[in-house]
């Protein structure tokens, strides 16, 4: 199958599982309901959840296992967008081309369509531990994503973004930021993917350094976008990170040095890959493609 | 031990855990640890661990075992009582008798502190799943807290309180509200705990109707404190309900009406551990406390 292919074919198998996991209802609470699903089924590229299914494809996994661990990454990325759009936070009013969350629902219900997703995450991974055996596997999957996830993860790499805003940080800072907002929760998918399907110590370690570098190569990617791209193609405002007085690698580094280590970073992702042949073929394809996405 | 040192004895082992649980370090996020810190070890009753504690005692269970859960319990109480104080959602300035978090590390900070413990409490669960065993249990307990505090739990009776500000509602949806905003994160501390000390169905059965009684109750004395408590014992402004236009029991039922209904609902608590015989004296006990508390 060709790459955009099977790339779309992961993404409608995700799609279609999120679909079911928030199901509307007529209680006084439907519009919370309304609220999650607003930002859970807004599209987007799905990738972490993508990553997981490849990965798992890889290595002869079962998708039917992966799937609700993949998708639980995508409701914690979601959450992640929800609170950092918030007034208080970014103050984004847009995002994937829609109104962002709390400018459709009102702030109070934005927050809390943000704590849903972020604790739906983990009923369903923990709904799926309790049944259907493989539970050591499952745990140890579900513990990886937390880790990711949380105050040792994304949560710190939002802190260390918000507490540079408006100063010109290092490099060591902005990688620090970088590998937690950003890299974290790509990591924690390809990694909980791999052991969910048993993987080996060493297998489990080239995936890793894999998207160690897919994730830095997405994050520069990113930065360079927010100065190159088109608000059309993006579907929020160019030029943010500036508006925001951000630091980024274009900022820290420039556009043509940060264009040099995006395809440095890229290579070295694609090279962690080698001993896994053709199989990783789709990986690799996935490397390319997000270092010439223009969204 | 008289109740009140047992009661003491509980709160120390849950605050000695919760301490260990945020370590301060240096790294830029340093400031996420103290937002997170702040609320989390301000105090309060830990009447959520101190009941698992209770129940595991009673049980026959290890304490070392059900702690964790316990404490996950508290850290996703204090995360929703932080996000709850935010201007967005109550605009609360002081709890406990101290600013609230948003009040000292602005809003930003707040949400991301809130975010973090909602998301600690499942990582140390997790930990806790993957070691030592008795990973079965231990997962069909953080399942049931996973549940308690999401979208069909407490989150849908937050959206209930908010969505309900400015109208009086029916006593079915007031119900409705109190049993899933306090009463859900009431029962699951109690349900858990008897899940991780392989309590059978029928305790299991008696301990889910005591607590659903204590829930009920403990909301009908917190509406009841809020005409006519005192501010300087309950460390926060009384009248809030009527000044946020809130329906409480008060508004409800009528001031005597609820504190008869507040007696009732105690006593069907107390009833529902008759099964336990002296073993449940503390639970007993805990029960008229928070009857006749005043904060």
Redesign the interface.
Known sequence: MEFKQQLEKYADIVNEYLDRC?VQNE???K???SA?RYSLMAGGKRLRPVLSLAVCDMLGGSVEQVLPFACAVEMIHT??LI?DD?P??DNDDFRRGRPTNHKVY????A??A???L???A??IM??N??KNGD??RK??A??VI??A???NGM??G???D???EGKQVDNE?LN??HRLKTGALIKAPVVSAAILCGADADDIQKLDEFAENLGLAFQIKDDILDVEGSSEKLGKKVGSDADNNKSTYVTVYGLEKSKEILSDVTKKAVDALEKFGEKADFLRSLAKYLLEREN
């Open positions: 928030i209680l006084p609470e519009s919370l309901y999650m959450y992640s609170h918030l208080a936070m009102g702030e109070a219900l927050i809390l943000g704590d849903g972020l604790n739906l983990f009923e923990l709904e531990i309790i539970m050591e745990s140890k579900a513990a937390a880790k996830a949380g105050m949560i710190a939002q802190v260390i918000l507490e540079s800072i620090r930021m």
